[in-house]
């Protein structure tokens, strides 16, 4: 164990020598077979936009916020991202064409105002249902909330274009397309602070619409919001190209009118609902007269709660009298809007957002919340579920000291979760996670001494053994020097396991598990009540001009020396402390301009002078990527920028701690990558869907991401980062130094399966994985194992590496099947993964274990578990051979001493030989039957099937001695030998005794026989 112990710490020196001398980029299809890997959990987020296919009952899509586009054909039972390789996630809007449904045209952008959005980047189209999609423009509108398609003509739509959160633009009102998308003239807009929230058509005259447009501004602060006086009802009765406002009866700018939801009985086309926000008094509104004239039919402040955020009415399409309206809780009028009843909703608020009602038979609906989207068929009895959507958004990340490590963090309205990185049962579904107690909004801090110990939150205490979750806060209550706001930094400091950081206004800390805090800093917000320009119109406000403190959004402990940390606000400053906290100073790059937060610090692992800063402009309608770097402790700032996208704001940056330079960021699209300490950047999105990455973590070996609508990834094994240098790829060949390989069992499962359309997300890749990189084709190709003592374990050749193909031998489906592995000889960087068993044994008859695992299952039995210790990786190309050296060490779990393993294994290899000594006679003695049988020769025949047998299956079981039978037993003990990693016990000794002994005799009349 030591002697490994100085191998990796040999190999992480190796690592560390890497330095960057000059700008460094790769081409990015080099890292095409490096894999995120979505975790969960499988909690859904916020979704905003949803439909159904009228003429497809089954069919239904929804578009989350920051979580792409899916689809379901089952009726809500499962969903698919259909959207995943677009260039955004955050989606306001979706049409299907009522005449075509293969043609879907999304809009993207949130199309709320808040202040944890995502904007967009325009208008998307689909001409087949979904499976691919293609950009049609309306890019710098950043939010469209509302798309509708004329009923007769797929190529004639509407937009809504809510525009700009955070500044003023001239992209916003309704647009119509006449052409499917490929030009858009503005039909409807007032100027370049006012945008569409909604556009409907009448039901019975394509040339009549009604549109909803509406002033209002998010503030850089926390909770900042201003609207005018141009939000509004109109209507138009010529196809879109003029329109009138229909205001009667309606609230004024003076009564606080804010935003409009709008709905049309399709039943009656002079019956109209409103849904209206009216600051102090929101209400349903309903119009008999084709919206002439207005009067509320309710003022239950209920039944719109909130309609700054919801606003959406809709109408049953074949009684006018039936209104459902989307708030906090869904509810439901069966007289007009007079009264209305609750249908669904739950303490704390489910939160709806927008109901489709299928025309053709109202018991059919889907609704779409911030808790995910749902499915009734029997008019709201019963439902889908929304634990079947990884659309969940986190803040931050974090990992914890287990193993295998869990990842965790604060989930948007739902609370928090740990998610497990590996699950026991061969994947991770609803067993492998679990909330922790810490708020939607929180971080979430594992204690480094005891995983089981969790703080999160402003401040909570979460003990996973007893369930309980207690209050630990500084402060029980929040005063004027006492401030918190949405997302609070809690996070240990990394030379001190016992130091706990929490931040608000000022900086706390404690060391006894939050008894007791001390508070080491003054308040590091401005001081100045600065107004940024882009709150335009609105700056003169008296909302605008008072002050708005900030609070600290970002804390840094150096990775070095315990007394050093940095912090940056959220309203644009950076300090750092030398001495633990006595005194601070004000090291704000000058480029920073008020309101610019600083959503993330990092210090570096290799000096105290340098850190990182990832600095997000959105709140000062700059979408644009800043991330600032010091190498003198904040004397001087260099902003690293070069190579990342023009729109893509940043919210995450983060040092690796092994290789120096190696730096990863994470912004509203994809996760970015450095090897030159930022000089240039380059995309490392791969395979992952665009979502708004709002913090990564690097826990050993993986990079985690934290995702703001798509739960939490990881991106297994990132040691090729690590070593890939311009040197490197101008090599004819090159094999990875591997990452140390912990032998665990893929699945530990004993029970039939669950469902395979349950959802689930994979388990790391099964076994140790080895990278290469062959700048040619090879001609040639091998990769063996080799053990300490020089013996090949394990051979794979160029290509497909068939494994035993038991299909037509039982009563399963192929998906259940893991693909057979591939040894590829094309140019590029290659993943390869070798189970960490020794060759299959030489048995005939190969079978699926019940614990199945849908594409992840392979054919038993197989080869011995590879002991623990240290092994050689030989890859020969076109002749030439590279050879890096692999450690494997146990399962951490696994207590059993080295003895112990090593007389398992002792066992196992002894069977398995025998298994394969067994193999080759009876290989050479079938033909001999078949012969005898043809000669009818019956005294050879009677001898051989004796000394063959039957029953050689796997699974074996009683019958006079047999090779067949002797392979079949032998086979059993090995099986119940791997299976666990513990000592043989008395009675598998015995019989293992035995049935070598059985074999041998065996073997010796069979080499009588020639």
């Known amino acids: 164990m030591l002697s490994m112990i100085r191998l990796v710490a040999f190999w992480s020196a190796i690592l560390v020598a890497f330095s960057p001398l000059s700008a460094q980029q790769f081409d990015r299809g080099l ?34 916020v920051n979580g792409g586009v899916w689809k379901s054909t089952d009726y809500g039972r499962t969903w698919m991202p259909v959207f995943d390789a677009a260039g955004t996630g955050s989606i306001g809007a979706i049409a299907v064409a009522p005449s075509d449904p293969n043609v879907i045209y999304v809009g993207s952008g949130e199309g709320l105002q808040r202040p944890d959005l995502s904007t967009g980047d325009g208008i998307y189209k689909s001409t087949d249902a979904g499976r691919t999609w293609t950009h049609l423009g309306l890019r710098d509108g950043q939010q469209i909330p509302q798309i509708v398609v004329d009923p007769r003509n797929p190529d004639r739509l509407f937009v809504a274009v809510l525009g700009h959160p955070y500044g003023p633009n001239a992209e916003r009102g309704v647009f119509r397309s006449t052409d499917g998308g490929r030009t858009f003239e503005k039909v409807l807009y007032r100027d370049e602070n006012t945008g569409a929230i909604d ?69 009656d086309p002079n019956r109209l609902y409103l849904s209206v926000d009216e600051i102090r008094s929101n209400a349903i509104y309903r119009s008999d007269d084709a919206g002439e004239s207005w009067r509320k039919s309710t003022d239950d402040p209920r039944i719109n709660t909130r309609a700054s955020d919801f606003a959406e009415v809709r109408v049953d399409p074949k009684n006018a009298d039936i209104v459902y309206s989307a708030s906090i809780a869904l509810w439901k009028s069966t007289d007009g809007g007079r009264t209305f009843h609750m249908i669904r909703g739950a303490p704390g608020g489910d939160d709806y957002h927008r109901i489709w009602i299928n025309p053709d038979n109202p018991d059919v609906l889907l609704v779409v919340s911030d808790q995910g989207a749902i499915v009734t068929v029997n008019g709201g009895s019963t439902w889908s579920s929304w634990y079947n959507q990884s659309t969940a958004q986190f ?18 309205e739902s609370g928090s979760a740990c998610v497990d990185s590996r699950g026991n049962d061969g994947q991770l579904t609803f067993r492998e996670w679990r909330p922790v107690g810490v708020e939607e909004y929180g971080y979430v801090a594992p204690d480094p001494l005891n995983p ?31 401030r918190a706001l949405r997302t609070a930094p809690v996070l240990f400091a990394p030379t001190n396991p016992r130091k706990l950081y929490y931040a608000g206004n000022t900086l706390w800390q404690t060391t006894d598990g939050g008894n007791n805090w001390q508070e080491i800093s003054p308040d590091l917000s401005r001081r100045d009540s600065i107004v940024p320009p882009n709150v335009g119109k609105y700056s003169d406000t008296p909302s605008a001009r008072a002050r708005h403190p900030g609070v600290i959004y970002t804390v840094a402990p150096s990775y070095l020396k315990e007394n050093i940390v940095w912090a940056g606000t959220d309203d644009g400053l950076i300090h750092v402390t030398w001495n633990g906290g006595r005194t601070w100073n004000n090291v704000t790059p000058p480029a920073l301009k008020p309101w610019a937060k600083v959503s993330l610090m990092d210090a570096s ?20 990527p800043h991330i600032y770097r010091t190498r003198d402790g904040g004397k001087t ?52 869907p665009a979502t708004s990455v709002r913090d990564l973590v690097i826990k050993d070996d993986d990079l985690v991401a934290g995702t703001h609508g798509r739960g939490f990834w990881i991106l297994d094994d990132i040691t090729p980062l690590r070593q890939i240098s311009p040197e490197l790829v101008n090599r004819p060949a090159h094999l990875f130094a591997p990452q140390l390989a912990t032998r665990v069992r893929f699945s530990m499962y004993t029970d039939t399966p669950l469902p395979p359309d349950e959802p689930r997300s994979p388990n790391p890749p099964d076994g140790a994985i080895l ?84 594409g992840q299952t392979v054919p038993e039995p197989l080869g011995p578990w590879a002991a623990p210790g240290v092994y050689t990786v030989r890859l020969t190309v ?55 049988r043809r000669a009818g020769d019956q005294q050879r025949t009677r001898e051989l099937g004796e000394l063959i047998g039957t029953g050689g299956g796997f699974g074996g079981g009683g019958g006079p001695p047999s090779l067949s039978r002797v392979s079949s037993n032998l086979t059993q003990l090995l099986g119940a030998l791997e299976e666990a990693d513990r000592a043989p016990t008395a009675a598998t000794r015995t019989a293992a005794a035995q049935t070598l002994r059985a074999l041998d005799s065996l073997l010796a009349r069979a080499n009588a026989i020639r």
Not at 395 to 412: E, I, K, L
Not at 646 to 660: C, F, H, L, Q, Y
Not at 780 to 786: G, R, S
């Open 199 to 267: 556009v409907i058509f009448a039901p019975n005259d394509p040339n009549t619409l009604y549109a909803a447009l509406w002033e209002s501004r998010q503030g850089p602060w926390e909770n900042g919001q201003w609207q005018g006086p141009n939000s509004g009802l109109f209507k138009s009765t010529d196809g879109g190209t003029t329109w009138r406002p229909i205001m009667s009866g309606l609230p004024t700018y003076e009564q606080g009118l804010g935003r409009i939801g709008i709905a049309v009985a399709q039943s």
């Open 637 to 688: 700032w260099k902003e690293i920028v070069s190579g990342i996208d023009s729109g893509a704001t940043i919210n995450a940056v983060r040092e690796d701690p092994k290789r120096r330079g190696l730096l990863f960021a994470g912004s509203e699209t994809q996760v970015w990558v450095s090897f030159d300490d930022g000089e240039q950047w380059q995309s490392l999105r791969i395979d992952m």
């Open 878 to 932: 076109d002749g030439i051979m590279y050879s890096q050296r692999l450690a494997i060490r146990m399962d951490p779990r696994v207590k059993t001493s080295a003895i112990d393993l090593a007389a398992n294994h002792a066992l196992s290899m002894r069977l398995y030989d025998g298994i394969n000594r067994a193999g080759d006679v009876l290989a050479r003695l079938r033909p001999l039957l078949d012969a005898a």
């Open 452 to 482: 089981d110990i969790v703080y999160g939150g402003k401040v909570t205490r979460f003990d996973r053994r007893t369930g309980q979750t207690q209050n630990v806060a500084p402060k029980a209550f929040r005063d004027a020097n006492y």
């Open 31 to 64: 890292f095409r077979e490096l894999r995120w890997r979505g975790i969960g959990p499988h909690r859904a987020g916020r979704i905003k936009a949803g439909v159904g296919v009228p003429q497809q009952p089954n069919v239904f899509y929804f578009g989350a």
């Open 395 to 412: 803040y931050h990340v974090s990992t914890d000291n287990a193993w295998p490590y869990r990842v965790c963090g604060g989930q948007q």
């Open 605 to 624: 692992h290799f000096d105290t002078l340098t850190a990182y800063a990832a600095i997000n402009t959105l709140r000062l309608d700059d979408l644009r």
């Open 771 to 854: 990278h290469y990189y062959l700048r040619n084709p090879a001609s040639t190709l091998t990769l063996q194992i080799l053990d300490a003592s020089g013996r090949v374990v394990r051979t794979y050749n160029k290509g497909l590496n068939p494994d035993p193909d038991p299909r037509d031998a039982g009563n399963w489906a192929d998906y259940w099947i893991r693909p057979s592995p591939v040894l590829s000889p094309e140019p590029g960087l290659h993943r390869f993964v070798w189970d960490m068993h020794h060759e299959r044994p030489n048995v005939t008859s190969f079978s699926f274990p019940i614990s199945a695992i849908p």
